[in-house]
């Protein structure tokens, strides 16, 4: 099922990436393939592009993350995918939520993001 909406939680050691609408949601959960590299070096270009390659079919994406991963994350897209940088509308600092609180938080950003962007046609 495609959704419009994701959400990427990531940190050094996995991702996991929620498609949803108000009423369904899909996810998929990644596993970095060099933790320990990652976490020094917040590097993992093959993580990355598994996680990049997960929500390229959204249409906006919110990544959230309690460290410098997701900032490693938009930098590798920059480097690596950027014609999917127009799609990330918000990188966002979340501890280690839930999947139930990460899909609250990003259906309330939504919420809010489409209210006050202007909606494609």
Partial sequence: MSH?????????M??????????DADKLSLHAHHPKLAEKHHTDESFFHAVANAFSDAGEVLITGPAQTKMALVKHIARHDAHLLSRIVGVET????????????ARAYFETHDHMTAQKV
Avoid: M, N
Wanted: hydrophobic share 50%; no cysteine; charged share 15%.
């Fill in 14 to 23: 996995q991702a996991k990436i929620f498609h949803f609408d108000a009423q």
């Fill in 94 to 105: 979340a501890d280690h939520p839930s999947d139930g609180q990460i899909l609250a938080h």
């Fill in 4 to 12: 419009f909406h994701a959400v990427v939680w990531i940190d050094h």
